[in-house]
């Protein structure tokens, strides 16, 4: 599958990896002070963004995915950055083709199973007919009814978007998406650790990283490093940006 992505600066390529319902677009503010230094490659993931949708949605299917993005464009030694599913696509990517990645950056999230977490944004989706939406605040009122946080309403609406006979559409595959969400919150299978540099980031205030979860992280990626960021939650690069920056360049400058 071609994945659609955007391209900035010059230097060591480096690779950034949305969450589950984001794109690409999330990520263009540090993609652009990364490329300062770098050549910065966001991509949107199957199912999500301008990338194509499909049934299959799994950790296998999008590692193989970046593996074609990665040859198609001829990246065989980079940096790898995910955040939450985007995180899980990239360790296991690490994992499988340790000979591609330089260094890894996985953000808030741990490669283990996770319990579901959003079937109330699912469930608020899911009561949006979009064939009878007009403006889309239209479509955060629907929303408010089942979401009350509106920096998650606003990550949402930024995956609206106008399709064919100007009609308002999804860019993600939600039906997909939802039929999947098992496989999205399970782990990974490694039969050989990440023996290269990692840097595990997480949000002071998320619940997605404890440490329960650093036996696992040290086994499978033992050159680990882990930082938190105080005061933020699971969209710690959002919710601080700065920071976020400055620990992720230090690690891939180190």
């Known amino acids: 599958m071609q994945l659609n992505f955007k391209v900035f600066g010059s230097g060591e390529p480096l690779i ?78 690490a994992i499988n083709y340790p000979a591609y990645i330089d260094k890894l950056i996985v953000a808030d999230i741990a490669p283990v199973q996770y319990e579901p977490g959003h079937n109330e944004i699912f469930e608020a989706l899911s009561k949006v007919d979009l064939s009878l939406i007009i403006k889309r605040e239209e479509v955060d009122q629907i ?12 990550f949402l609406m930024k995956g609206l978007t106008r399709g064919e ?33 990692s840097l595990f980031v997480s949000g002071g205030n998320s619940s997605y990283v404890d440490a329960s979860n650093f036996y696992i992280i040290d086994h499978y ?21 700065k920071v976020f920056y400055e620990k992720t360049f230090n690690f891939l400058s180190s």
């Not at 929303?143 to 606003?154: A, C, D, G």
């Not at 308002?168 to 990440?194: D, H, R, V």
């Open 16 to 93: 950034i990896l949305h969450g589950l319902l984001g794109s690409l677009d999330n990520w263009q503010s540090l993609a652009k002070k990364y490329a300062e230094h770098f050549t910065v490659y966001i991509v949107d993931l199957r199912n999500h963004g301008k990338s194509p949708h499909s049934d299959e949605f799994s950790y296998e299917d999008m590692v193989e995915d970046l593996l074609e993005f990665c040859e198609t464009n001829y990246i065989f030694n980079c940096h790898l950055l995910g955040h939450s599913m985007g995180g899980k696509v990239a360790m296991q990517f």
């Open 165 to 197: 006979g100007n009609k308002f559409e999804w860019k993600f595959n939600l039906t997909a998406i939802w039929e999947n969400y098992q496989n999205i919150l399970g782990t990974f299978e490694a039969s050989e650790p990440f023996e290269k540099p």
């Open 143 to 154: 929303l408010q009814e089942k979401i009350s946080n509106y920096s998650v309403r606003q």
């Open 221 to 241: 990626f033992p050159k680990n490093t882990k930082e938190v960021i105080e005061n933020v939650g699971h969209w710690l690069h959002a919710e601080n940006p």
